[in-house]
């Protein structure tokens, strides 16, 4: 049995495949709708640029959902009337619409216009950016995990359960998921295992995360040795990559990672993907590899764009915080752009961080990444919060302690006083690592027969 036209285009509407970034002349009428306020429409034109569209006009409206089109059935025919009067190739809504909306809305506006709601539209950014095989993997998850439930309405609204004779793309579907998590589970595997090397080889681990254009890759710029934030533009545009400066919207979904020296402490810096609001609850799990540098970091850095008003300030962060979870490590808030706000404007943001964040947060530091203004002080606080442990040995001067005292300068902090024949150590690392350190020490008089 053959789907009915608005069956079909239901479905291939939500699960579209082309390119975002394909065409840069592509063009699109944004569509915003909220119950309680005017809708504001500054982020899903930022997404819309991001996903290569030119916005040509905008609709907005405040009420309730309705349920055929999302907005009221005017709203939709005046959408209908603008696309057809611009030319638009698409229509992006700032929510998630159902897929019976989709139908509806597909009959209404002219043939061929793309109907692309926020999710979807979040996900086709995440795959222009998916580089690694991780974030590929993570991409793939969290598009057959939207489609699933549409094809599935579709599959039982035109009773196509046929499967003997015709196969069921909702089993097709749910058997591609099991695949892709089983492969991420295999690589969270192993970049758990790599996280356990590294902390074993004396580095302590730093993810830096935060909203969109926070400034979060600006810091890793300005903390991290082999880079600089020389030549940047003051704009405090962020950068969501390593070598460029480019204010766009997840420029990638795989984590940049950094060496930094913090307190004579070899750390790696992790940046991660930049955070949104309006990503349901499965594209986030989907994702979870890529959080997971957060999660399992021994110091983790949410940055924060201090300029932005109280109330979207406010925002941003309960949504940081609602996707990062709980890290294992403390947890800093760093209100970036600090420079371009007065101090009662930095004492309201404090406030509202003691709000939303409350004993989750272990300190909260204003910097201007760009500026470098409160980074030192960040250093320190870093510093403070890793985990360190030291121990004292009492060594002969012999071959065994200069190969020893080498190892120690590569896993920690050291300090070596020699008086005569002997050389008294005092090293500082992670726990872990200063219990190797006992051992090696160990060894060492046992060899000298102490």
């Known amino acids: 049995m053959q789907d009915s036209p608005a069956t079909q285009t239901d479905v291939s509407t939500a699960t579209t495949d082309d390119d975002p970034a394909a ?57 209908a009337r603008r696309v057809a009067e611009t030319g638009a190739d698409a229509a992006l809504f700032d929510v998630e619409l159902t897929p019976g909306q989709y139908s509806a809305l597909t009959g209404l506006l002219p043939d061929g216009v793309r109907i692309i709601d926020r999710h979807r539209l979040v996900l086709d950014i995440f795959e222009t950016g998916a580089g690694g095989k991780a974030a590929r993997l993570q991409v793939e998850l969290a598009k057959l995990r939207y489609e699933l439930p549409r094809v599935r309405e579709t599959e039982e609204r035109t009773h196509m359960q046929r499967a003997a004779e015709t196969g069921s793309r ?54 991290a040795d082999d880079l600089s934030v020389e030549g940047m533009e003051p704009d405090h545009a962020d950068l969501d990559g390593v070598a460029e400066v480019e204010d766009r919207l997840f420029k990638t979904l795989d984590t940049t990672t950094r060496r930094a020296t913090v307190d004579g402490r070899r750390v790696l810096l992790t940046d991660t993907v930049g955070l949104v609001d309006g990503i349901p609850h499965d594209l986030v799990a989907a994702f979870s590899t890529t959080l997971s540098a957060v999660a399992d970091s021994d110091a983790a850095l949410l940055v924060v764009d201090a300029s932005d008003d109280r109330e979207g300030f406010r925002e941003k962060l309960r949504v940081s915080l609602d996707e990062l979870g709980h890290p294992r490590g403390e947890l800093l808030i760093v209100l970036n752009k600090a420079d371009l706000v007065d101090d009662g404007a930095l004492a309201a943001r404090r406030e509202v961080v003691e709000e939303v964040a409350g004993d989750r947060v272990t300190e909260v530091l204003p910097v201007s990444a760009l500026a470098g203004t409160g980074t030192d002080r960040l250093r320190d606080v870093v510093g403070d919060v890793l985990p360190d442990a030291t121990a004292v040995f009492d060594l002969p001067n012999t071959g065994e302690t200069q190969s020893f005292l080498a190892w120690a300068h590569e896993h920690g902090r050291v300090d070596a006083d020699y008086t005569g024949n002997r050389v008294h150590v005092t090293f500082s690392a992670r726990p872990a690592v200063v219990e190797r350190a006992r051992s090696e020490a160990a060894t060492v008089e046992t060899d000298d027969g102490v």
């Open 23 to 79: 065409d840069a002349d592509r063009t699109a009428i944004v569509v915003a709708r909220d119950a309680d306020q005017q809708p504001d429409t500054t982020e899903i034109e930022r997404l819309a640029s991001a996903a290569g569209y030119a916005v040509v006009d905008a609709i907005t409206q405040r009420r309730r959902e309705d349920g055929q089109y999302n907005v009221g059935r005017g709203k939709a025919e005046e959408l």
């Open 170 to 223: 909702v089993v097709d579907i749910e058997s591609r998921i099991r695949t892709v998590e089983t492969k991420l589970d295999r690589l969270a595997d192993r970049a758990n295992e790599r996280r356990a090397e590294r902390r074993e080889q004396g580095f302590d681990l730093v993810a830096i995360a935060g909203y969109t254009n926070a400034g979060k890759s600006t810091l890793l710029h300005r903390l």
